[in-house]
Every structure is written in structure tokens, then in C-alpha cells.
């Protein structure tokens, strides 16, 4: 009976694709593009990086030491000139999602924590 099912589960399995698209306009913003080089068009131009907290878990409140543990989410947002694009031209794709070690980030740290931790986030959205 399971040799049965797992044959029929593996035969009811198509093939999934990925959008050919978003491939085709992951390669073209990325294959020129230096994650070292700051996102402006002129070297004397600044970067504007917004930045948000969103509180994602309150841990403990130990009010007799005066200490809030939290986790949360340091969320940033900027404009790189590089990652323009006419969504007609690639199948309607108004957004994509890439791997934060593929892009530049902004080098902002949170001085107010107990913890260090260094991870940055690990995808990153891209819309048009």
C-alpha cells in the first residue's frame, strides 16, 4: 500500500518552473552590478536610507532592573538608481526578491542591545 502511494504521489507531481521572467531580469540588473559601490549615479550624491523597527516578540519586562528584552526587525529602505526597470518588458514583474549578500546594504548598527547580532537579513525585495 505505500509503495502504491508514493508511486502515485511522485506521478501526480509536475515539474515546477520558475518565472523565466524574473530570471531574465534578476540576470540583467545583476550581471554588471558591484554590491561595493555605493547606489548613486553621482559620486557626490547621498544615499537616503529610511529606516523602520518593527517589534516582532516582547520577551520579558524585568521591571525591578529596568530591562526589556524584545526581538525585532531593523527594516531599511533606499533607492539604487540600478534597479529600474519597465515591467513590460519582463512579463509584468513589478517586484523581485534577491539574497541580501547580492546587493548593497547600508552599514547601520543598533547600539542600544545587549546582544550582538550580526546576521544580516537574508532576501531582500526589489520593486520597480
Known amino acids: 500500500m505505500i509503495k ?4 502515485v504521489l511522485f506521478a501526480t507531481c509536475g515539474v515546477i518552473y520558475g518565472n523565466p521572467d524574473a530570471k531574465r531580469l534578476y540576470d540583467d540588473l545583476l550581471s554588471n552590478y ?29 521591571l525591578k532592573d529596568q530591562i526589556l528584552t524584545t526581538n525585532v526587525w531593523l527594516e531599511h529602505e533606499w533607492e539604487d538608481h540600478k534597479f529600474k526597470w519597465d515591467p513590460n518588458e519582463y512579463g509584468g514583474v513589478k517586484e523581485l526578491y534577491v539574497p541580501s549578500e547580492h546587493i548593497w546594504l547600508p552599514d547601520i548598527v543598533l547600539y542600544n542591545k ?9 532576501i531582500a525585495e526589489i520593486a520597480k
Do not use: M
Open 34 to 62: 558591484n554590491r561595493l559601490i555605493r547606489p548613486v549615479d553621482k559620486n557626490n550624491n547621498t544615499v537616503l536610507v529610511k529606516l523602520g523597527l518593527r517589534l516582532s516578540q516582547l520577551i520579558d519586562l524585568n
Open 114 to 122: 545587549w546582544q550582538t547580532s550580526t546576521q544580516p537579513p537574508e
Open 4 to 7: 502504491l502511494f508514493v508511486i
